[in-house]
């Protein structure tokens, strides 16, 4: 018999899992070559996981592959989409407005017509799946992977299958809701009636996206909008509309920027124009999804509490879990005998110990009790749940990361557990992100490029590893490896071993350098704020020994970087083996060489031979083969144009209170570091963050640049987070040019006497 793959974990209904079968079912029956005979569902003690035969996974993955080379069949597929996208839109609308009396014949209809639009909507999504693509996507990787030069291939993969989102709800909920606000900061923060008008029809429209704030699946009304905005700020306003902006700009050149990334890399038309439908179809996934979304909360509100009144007059909450969907309907339709409910009973009480169903040539057959138990033992299934190895798609971060891991669900309420964790989910859920931001990675068992995970922890530079199918299998708290440059995940039963040492190269760009290396203290440190700090090279020991062998190769290769740069001006800054350690800062030895012209190679020549005397010069150091140097670099760093600038320190004490210190000047920051001006200063309670989390920030004396105080936020913000990685008081040098923050280095502050 196949050996059988795992595909999806978590809590669960009964209702819902016999309706996935259903659509599985239909999907097989209309999906050509696809000869999917068995899909096994076993739910124990609330949860479930469904089963896949290895060979018809095999097949799955064929069919995919195919189906987005058929421009055809893609086409017709999205005119499919849209069509029932239509009817279920129009049946929410339509047939499930709120407060409609109705008896429970129509209850019942409207139940068992709501459960046939989900499970055409579930036979539909099956093709959305990255799982039954993931053939194609190591098409366009091989592609890329076989580029000569210096690409990220997550950066290009990333621009060529990006996704328009203004289609999106999510997209215009935003827009909407800029509107909304910026009526209610106008008029002084008062609601009038005909913005409360508003607000009630903006809960209609949108209420629907923030699910699950019910003991069913509600989503959120007027009055949690009306929260929201009382509590709204000119500076919250700012900050969104900015985040919305540039959301808009990205939808708006979507094609415009896939197609000339496709351009520059020489990409063969057919090979664009599948990753393109890839992108249209993880588009696709995104709009099914959201309008799912809505028909179930639609049906929450209207049906379920009838349906639930009239069911539970014989079973409790956990019970009405393991009632299939025609059970529940016929119970609504019209009151059965007492037997019927003393035999529905029996048999519920078997199903929440185990139940097991199968599809087998489109018929499903439902076992529960002990009989569940040998049917699931009959498969063997075991080597899936002790797989070592899992692969996913890696769409942010760099290196590895190494730690336990925490599983997560729908209802996650709890997000301090994922302190020092890698969080493990299905996919990833508004009220999960508070876990994220805490964790030391994400991982999903579902999702692509274009899934809300991937999005959501780019734009937050959370380490993530997407589409981890089997991932689900791993146990709170086991030890994982995950490789953030192949999408591997590796149980760890111990440490793994140190990898041998490489040599490093001459020249290696800030974005690829690991902690590890030996490049100097700064450059570490750069390592962990990389996202957020200018674009970047090293000149590294053998790139010093270079220039001692044979001065122009190192001449050659530092312009081909200064090419690849991009930048019309660099500063050039020492990183020295101790600099900005645990132990020494060795702030002001060493001198940094700023508005260096990029094309004048010869002036950057002389700075790189004064910089390696300055390192052989610190008394004490010793001398290698290398001309006495040893885990030194000198870091070439894109030139800033800031409008202001600073240094942040956490851990001051002011009036009593641990607060943060924040000095700034106009300009650039080295006016300040020289001493050559006195700065501007403010001050920042920390325990007004950690206790109200987006509440008002009052600054002593307000902050200089008003128009960067949407930036303020996010200061603080790396300023905490930092703080606790460094596990002590530290200071950050930052700079704004109004559009964004930027930082620049970062150290452990000294011990103060």
């Known amino acids: 018999m196949n050996r059988m793959i795992k595909d999806h974990s978590g809590s669960w209904m009964l209702s819902s899992g016999i309706l996935t079968l259903y659509a599985l079912a239909a999907y097989f029956g209309k999906t050509p070559g696809c000869n999917k005979s068995l899909c096994l569902s076993y739910g124990e003690q609330g949860q479930h996981s469904v089963y896949f035969a290895e060979d018809e996974v095999a097949d799955s993955v064929r069919i995919g592959y195919e189906f987005v080379h058929d421009g055809a069949a893609c086409d017709a597929y999205e005119n499919e989409v849209a069509e029932l996208l239509h009817r279920m839109e129009r049946f929410v609308e339509e047939e499930l407005p709120d407060g409609a009396d109705r008896d429970r014949a129509a209850i019942a209809a409207l139940w068992e017509a709501s459960n046939r639009m989900r499970c055409a909507y579930l036979a539909l999504y099956q093709l959305t799946n990255e799982s039954f693509v993931a053939r194609a996507y190591e098409e366009v990787e091989a592609f890329l992977s076989a580029q000569s030069g210096v690409i990220d291939r997550q950066e290009v993969l990333q621009c060529l299958s990006a996704v328009d989102t203004r289609e999106l709800y999510i997209f215009r909920e935003r827009a909407d809701w800029l509107s909304l606000a910026r009526r209610y900061l106008d008029a002084g923060k008062a609601l009038d009636g005909d913005l409360l008008q508003r607000l009630s029809e903006h809960a209609r429209r949108y209420g629907f996206l923030r699910m699950g704030r019910s003991r069913f699946m509600a989503g959120a009304d007027a009055d949690d909008y009306r929260e929201k905005l009382t509590a709204y700020t000119e500076a919250d306003y700012e900050k969104e509309r900015a985040q ?10 979507t094609e415009e920027r896939a197609e000339r990334c496709a351009r520059l890399l020489g990409m063969p038309q057919e090979l664009y124009r599948v990753i393109r439908r890839l992108a249209k179809l993880a588009q696709l996934r995104l709009q099914m999804r959201e309008v799912s979304q809505k028909l179930i909360v639609a049906r929450e509100k209207t049906l379920m509490p009838q349906v639930y009144r009239w069911v539970h007059r014989n079973f409790d909450d956990q019970e009405f879990r393991f009632l299939l969907p025609e059970e529940i309907a016929d119970m609504v339709r019209e009151e059965q005998p007492e037997r019927f409910y003393q035999e529905r009973k029996a048999e519920v009480r078997k199903r929440r110990e185990a139940v097991c169903m199968e599809l087998r040539e489109g018929a499903i057959r439902v076992t529960s009790g002990e009989a569940a138990r040998e049917r699931f033992r009959s498969y063997p299934t075991a080597e899936a749940a002790r797989a070592s190895v899992y692969r996913g798609i890696p769409v942010c971060g760099k290196g590895a990361i190494v730690g336990p891991v925490i599983q997560l669900d729908e209802n996650a309420t709890r997000p301090e557990a ?97 902690e590890a290396m030996p490049v100097g203290g700064k450059a570490r440190q750069l390592c962990r704020i990389r996202e957020s700090t200018p674009d970047a090279f090293l000149i590294t020991t053998e790139g010093f020994a270079l220039l001692a062998a044979d001065p122009e190769a190192f001449i050659r290769q530092l312009a081909a970087r200064l090419r690849a740069l991009g930048a019309e001006s660099v500063i050039l800054r020492s990183s020295f083996a101790e600099e900005d350690s645990q132990e020494k800062t060795y702030a002001g030895i060493f001198e940094s060489y700023g508005n260096v012209d990029a094309r004048d190679g010869d002036r950057i020549l002389g700075i790189v031979r004064k910089m390696i005397a300055a390192y052989q010069n610190v008394p004490g150091f010793y001398q290698t083969e290398h ?127």
């Open 418 to 514: 994922a302190q020092g964790r890698i969080v493990l989910c299905r996919s990833l859920i508004p009220n999960m992100v508070g876990a994220c931001v805490r964790a030391l990675a994400v991982i999903t068992e579902e999702g692509g490029y274009s899934s809300h995970a991937s999005v959501l922890c780019r734009e937050m530079h959370i380490a993530c590893i997407v589409g981890a199918r089997g991932v689900l299998a791993l146990r709170d708290g086991e030890t994982v490896r995950m490789d953030l440059e192949t999408g591997g995940i590796q149980r760890c039963e111990a440490a793994p071993a140190p990898a041998a040492p490489k040599k490093l190269p001459c020249f290696v760009p800030l974005r690829d350098a690991e």
């Open 244 to 253: 919305y902006a540039l959301q808009l700009e990205s939808a708006v050149h």
């Open 627 to 753: 001309d006495g140097l040893e885990n030194c670099s000198i870091v070439v760093q894109r030139m800033l144009a800031p409008t202001i600038s600073g240094v942040a320190i956490s851990g001051y004490v002011h009036k009593g209170y641990e607060q943060i210190l924040i000095e700034y000047v106009l300009g650039h920051l080295s006016v300040l570091m020289d001493g050559k001006v006195t700065p501007m200063r403010s001050f920042f309670r920390k325990a007004a963050y950690y206790e109200q989390p987006g509440a008002p920030r009052e600054w002593m004396p307000p902050f200089l640049v008003p128009s960067h105080s949407h930036l303020l936020d996010e200061l603080i913000y790396h300023v905490v987070r930092l703080e606790a990685a460094y596990t002590g008081s530290i200071e950050i040098e930052w700079a704004m040019d109004g559009e964004r923050l930027y930082l620049l280095q970062v150290r452990k502050e000294p011990t103060r006497g």
